[in-house]
Nanobody, 121 residues
């Protein structure tokens, strides 16, 4: 019943900005860590940014200073603000969340469907 739905991807020129959103819904008791991953064409899936429920953040070196992860716990939503985008940022971006469903005592790992971000040179 728990699912993550992403939005905000699209096509942008180098130097532009996009804001991704991911909202969790369903029978949720608690959301722990939330994160963004990405998979570039022909590449493995890489961690982009993480944020704990307490607000601690971590970023991949390639996006530090350009991307900002945030979350609104009241809305069960995590965001990724992406500024000064580069062609190398082109990838499918995936939302990830560790969620304790209602009726459970431990967290499960959930993934969004992915949203395409394309940065033109």
């Amino acid at each position: 019943q728990v699912q993550l739905v992403e939005s905000g991807g699209g096509l942008v020129q180098a130097g532009g900005s996009l804001r991704l959103s991911c909202t969790a819904s369903g029978s949720i008791k608690r959301i722990n860590d939330m994160a963004w991953y990405r998979r570039a064409p022909g590449k493995q899936r890489d961690l982009v940014a993480t944020m704990t429920s307490g607000g601690n953040t971590n970023y991949a070196d390639s996006v530090k200073g350009r991307f900002t992860i945030s979350r609104d716990n009241a809305k069960n939503t995590v965001y990724l603000q992406m500024n000064n985008l580069k062609p190398e940022d082109t990838a499918i971006y995936y939302c990830n969340a560790r969620i304790i469903p209602v009726g459970n005592w431990y967290e499960h790992d959930y993934w969004g469907q992915g949203t395409q971000v394309t940065v033109s040179s």
